[in-house]
């Protein structure tokens, strides 16, 4: 099947090509006909795997055609999770939507100025892309006019739910047209959002691509074990100087611990910068410019913040820190193997991380190897187990036994019973990590040009 077999407008079909797109992935496959002939649909599709373009290129179809209802309120409404995710969407509308006549994309988000956007809003749109948050600002303000809103699209609902907001979300579908269609991406489709689906679409065709196994194949995924932070350190300079290292996102678990990292990476000579949501906008989006046009060739990265980054000169994705769900951990090695490209995962973990590990695993449905680097090597090696590992100079029962104090031949006296600290415990200590931004300027990985994008952002003064 190609694109043309879709039946997509001729300039949207132009536009595809120029992309060098020619053949629509499985998401884009089974969404697109669904989304045309007008059902309603809930999906399960991670990022790279073409979703955006499944949901953005009928939307660009259908405002091909005149609209219904005479207003200045946008037609499509697409509501993200993340100020970047909403970014990477309204740049594919224009790229999709270049050869359209009179297209006008607008993007509110949070950490941008109300004037703007009030001046943004006061103006004809057929897209709006935005944060749930501040669009309900905007609502409550009497700011935004839905009465000729034809579609709404959630994205990553999955990560509007963790993040609290649903309701907002809930809120914002009651201002729009009952008649609206409404399609629904997500990571899964549990139970929590097959409750959410149930409230906001009419009928939805469901539709699931890939499993997690089959979405990760062209993605090696490596473990470290680390014995502190001075040795995980070691190892990532190792990583970090591997030839074949074009660009890398190293996740932290905290914004300070990026901060930390970055700036000691940049200290060492690494073009490193960090990205969290404490940043405001504008510097956001000068990392990422840097990022996107090769200026920086570390990213020092929270979860939130990297969301939505497509580029796809990164090769490496490194866990400096495991993050707390399964879930993440796939969205995070998702920033690598972009378009079928292949990537390499790295992960730390000390001998206090079994657990954490077996979920990981349990998720994907794949073991994650582990290495050592000569030189390198743990002092304590962990000993798999089923359902986690420990440490292999942890003391046995029996030794725990004869240690006890109160161990004895006596059955009423009691006896030591065995810890199991190694295989319950979850991510050891934090670690400092900051943002990269290796140039020849000191400072420069706070520096750099914003990102010159044909869509209509509210940025600040």
Request: no cysteine; net charge positive; aromatic share 4%.
């Amino acid at each position: 099947m190609s694109f043309e077999d879709l039946n997509l407008n001729p300039a949207i079909i132009k536009a595809i090509n120029d992309a060098g797109y020619t053949i629509p992935t499985p998401i884009q496959k089974q969404a697109i006909p669904e989304l045309l002939a007008g059902h309603d649909v809930m999906a399960s599709a991670q990022t790279g795997t073409g979703k955006t373009a499944a949901f953005m290129l009928p939307a660009l179809h259908l405002l091909a055609t005149p609209p219904k209802v005479q207003s200045r309120g946008p037609r499509v409404l697409v509501l993200t999770p993340t100020r970047e995710l909403a970014i990477q969407v309204s740049e594919a509308a224009m790229k999709y939507g270049k050869y359209l006549p009179r297209i006008k994309v607008v993007s509110i988000l949070g950490g941008m100025p109300y004037p703007l956007q009030n001046k943004l809003l006061s103006q004809p749109v057929d897209i709006l892309v935005a944060t749930p948050g501040r669009l309900i600002d905007h609502i409550q303000r009497g700011r935004i006019d839905f009465k000729r809103l034809e579609m709404l699209v959630l994205d990553e609902a999955d990560r509007m739910l963790d993040m609290g907001f649903i309701d907002d979300v809930e809120s914002i579908a009651s201002a729009t047209p009952a008649t609206r269609q409404t399609m629904l991406f997500s990571a899964t489709l549990d139970g929590a959002i097959d409750k959410v689906a149930a409230r906001l679409l009419k009928t939805p065709k469901r539709i699931q691509v890939a499993s997690q196994k089959e979405r990760l194949e062209n993605i090696e995924q490596r473990l470290h074990y680390v014995d502190d932070i001075s040795h995980k350190n070691r190892i990532l300079n190792h990583v970090l100087r591997d030839e074949t290292l074009k660009q890398a996102i190293v996740f932290t678990a905290t914004k300070r611990d990026a901060d930390t990292l970055a700036d000691s990476l940049y200290a060492q000579g690494y073009a490193a910068a960090a990205l969290h949501g404490d940043m405001n906008q504008r510097e956001r989006n000068r990392t990422l410019t840097k990022l996107r046009s090769g200026g920086l060739r570390v990213l020092v990265a929270t979860d939130v913040a990297a969301r939505g980054i497509d580029i796809a000169d990164i090769t490496h994705v490194i866990n400096f820190d495991l993050p707390k769900f399964a879930e993440d951990y796939v969205h995070r090695i998702g920033r690598t193997g972009r378009a079928g490209a292949s990537g390499i995962a790295v992960s730390f973990a000390s001998n206090r991380d079994g657990m954490h590990l077996t979920k990981i695993e349990r998720y994907t449905g794949q073991r994650i190897t582990s290495h050592e680097i000569p030189g390198l090597e743990p002092r304590v090696k962990p000993r798999v187990q089923h359902g986690g590992f420990k440490g292999a100079n942890a003391p046995s029962v029996t030794q725990k036994r004869k240690r006890s104090p109160f161990a004895s031949n006596n059955p009423r006296q009691f006896n030591a019973t065995p810890s199991s600290d190694a295989n319950g415990n979850r991510n050891s200590g934090h670690q400092s990590r900051r943002s990269f931004g290796q140039d020849s300027r000191p400072g420069s990985h706070r520096n750099g040009s914003t990102a010159g994008s044909g869509h209509h952002f509210a940025r600040p003064k």
